[in-house]
């Protein structure tokens, strides 16, 4: 018969014991001094709220049986996914795995020793509360060709519990579970309160499928560290999910974010261009970087997550000037970063209809008209105020059934029967305008046609 002696164990902790061998009728287990984490590793995926986390702990055992007790009072650790790894020691046998009655939070693992001897193990388990937000600063020489980014990782900690010296890796990536980790958490292990629930100690991974994108934002609400020294990132690709290890040691707090900067990435070439479209993006030309993520332009090595990029130009006499702040999606190796920046009021679009004309009517019996065409003279008046060429892409979407009567500019591209297109390059403080004469054809009971705003506002 064994005796247990009492055992309290804040947050997550861990207890090693020894059993003796019986020399009468029961054996006398004892609870040593509990062992701090040694190594911890975090791998944070994102999509699921899910951190796989990896102890390593020094302990000593003694011949015979012994008790390793392991607690996670107030925590969200999935209880069904805690493994004990033995590091492959050939004098460590694990018996089993036990959960005490009574209890939602607690595993005994009963490893059998055949000599007094001390070894590294491992812990593994998955845990809920741990997410990671990537973003970049990125910094534009004075003529915009080229960008300097320095991307950050944001670590945020709401599982509970504190990590000393964890090394961190974060997952890009989408993984889907059978089950939601926090859910496991908070279930708990239900255990018959008459019995220990005692269990064979196998451990089958929860299924993980991948596929690019799908980033959990970060949440609000709690403090922020800054590391301010840069970490490098190490990078593995495994299937579709790939893995940013941050290099170094951190205090990973409960109830805190922490900033964890990487190396800055230098002389990205870009391509600056503007766009004019007022269905997407209003009556101003926007502006945007656009680069691909490619080993020719310094990148390429891995995808780059989303996340939010904060935009500045170097003025060329020693400052900064702040051009915008934007969100990205996820970008797969190989693909285009399009940095959208808004507008900056140095190139400008103006659009005005000078005349309506209506022709070749139509009547029925009753003298009514019934069809008709109308011809619209449209000009766009385009100026690029910068002393450097810049490409525009112009967007026009026009209603109804149309045609071109004339155009000034004849190099356009219809995308659509609603939608036409000009892709111009313009000349530094060059002025360009564009005047077209667009038919459509019209029918009693049609509603007007307004293409412009300063048409509606005659």
């Known amino acids: 018969m064994k005796r247990r002696l009492p055992f309290i164990a804040p947050a997550v902790m861990l207890a090693a014991g020894m059993v003796l061998p019986p020399a009468a009728a029961e054996a006398r287990i004892d609870i040593v001094t509990v062992p701090s984490r040694d190594r911890t590793e975090l791998t944070i995926y994102n999509s699921q709220d899910l951190?796989?986390?990896?102890?390593?702990?020094?302990l000593t055992f003694t011949q015979g049986r012994n008790e390793i007790q392991f607690a996670w009072t107030d925590t969200l650790i999935d209880p069904t996914s805690l493994q004990l790894d033995l590091r492959g020691a050939p004098e460590l046998t694990l018996m089993d795995a036990v959960y005490?009655?009574?209890?939602?939070?607690?595993?005994?693992?009963?490893?059998?020793?055949?000599?007094?001897?001390?070894?590294?193990?491992?812990?593994?388990?998955?845990?809920?509360?741990?997410?990671?937000?990537?973003?970049?600063?990125?910094?534009?020489?004075?003529?915009?060709?080229?960008?300097?980014?320095?991307?950050?990782?944001?670590?945020?900690?709401?599982?509970?519990?504190?990590?000393?010296?964890?090394?961190?890796?974060?997952?890009?990536?989408?993984?889907?579970?059978?089950?939601?980790?926090?859910e496991l958490a908070k279930r708990g292990i239900e255990v018959d309160k008459d019995i220990h629930r005692r269990v064979a100690f196998t451990y089958e991974p929860t299924e993980l499928r991948a596929s690019p994108g799908d980033l959990w934002r970060v949440r609000n609400g709690?403090?922020?560290?800054?590391?301010?020294e840069a970490a490098e990132i190490i990078r593995a690709a495994v299937?579709?999910?790939?893995?940013?290890?941050?290099?170094?040691?951190?205090?990973?707090?409960?109830?805190?974010?922490?900033?964890?900067?990487?190396?800055?990435?230098?002389?990205?070439?870009?391509?600056?261009?503007?766009?004019?479209?007022?269905?997407?993006?209003?009556?101003?030309?926007?502006?945007?970087?656009?680069?691909?993520?490619?080993?020719?332009?310094?990148?390429?090595?891995?995808?780059?997550?989303?996340?939010?990029?904060?935009?500045?130009?170097?003025?060329?006499?020693?400052?900064?000037?702040?051009?915008?702040?934007?969100t990205h999606d996820y970008v797969p190796v190989g693909d285009e970063a399009e940095l959208r920046l808004g507008s900056d009021g140095l190139l400008t679009v103006e659009e005005s209809v000078t005349s309506v004309t209506r022709?070749?009517?139509?009547?029925?019996?009753?003298?009514r008209v019934e069809f008709w065409e109308e011809d619209h003279t449209m000009v766009l008046e385009v100026r690029n105020s910068r002393d450097r060429t810049v490409p525009l892409r112009l967007t026009q979407h026009l209603p109804?059934?149309?045609?071109?009567?004339?155009?000034?500019?004849?190099?356009?591209?219809?995308?659509?029967?609603?939608?036409?297109?000009?892709?111009?390059?313009?000349?530094?403080?060059?002025?360009?305008?564009?005047?077209?004469?667009?038919?459509?054809?019209r029918e009693r009971g049609d509603p007007q046609i307004d293409l412009t705003r300063s048409l509606r506002q005659r």
């Open 359 to 367: 022709r070749n009517f139509s009547f029925d019996s009753e003298g």
């Open 51 to 58: 951190t796989l986390v990896r102890e390593e702990r020094d």
């Open 100 to 182: 005490p009655a009574g209890t939602r939070d607690m595993i005994v693992w009963e490893v059998e020793a055949e000599e007094d001897t001390s070894r590294t193990v491992e812990i593994l388990y998955f845990i809920s509360g741990l997410s990671w937000e990537a973003g970049y600063t990125a910094t534009a020489n004075p003529d915009e060709t080229h960008l300097d980014v320095q991307q950050f990782t944001t670590v945020t900690n709401r599982s509970g519990e504190t990590f000393e010296r964890a090394e961190t890796r974060v997952v890009v990536g989408d993984v889907h579970l059978l089950e939601a980790i926090e």
């Open 222 to 228: 709690v403090a922020r560290e800054v590391r301010e």
């Open 400 to 441: 109804a059934a149309w045609d071109f009567v004339e155009v000034s500019d004849p190099d356009y591209e219809i995308l659509d029967y609603e939608t036409v297109r000009w892709d111009l390059e313009l000349d530094p403080m060059e002025k360009r305008r564009i005047e077209f004469i667009i038919r459509f054809e």
């Open 239 to 326: 299937s579709e999910l790939h893995i940013l290890s941050i290099e170094g040691e951190e205090e990973i707090r409960d109830r805190y974010s922490k900033e964890l900067p990487s190396p800055t990435i230098s002389e990205i070439p870009f391509d600056l261009s503007y766009e004019y479209d007022r269905r997407r993006f209003g009556n101003h030309p926007v502006k945007f970087y656009k680069f691909r993520n490619i080993s020719e332009n310094n990148l390429g090595e891995d995808p780059l997550p989303d996340g939010r990029w904060y935009v500045r130009v170097d003025d060329g006499r020693g400052g900064l000037r702040f051009e915008g702040r934007t």
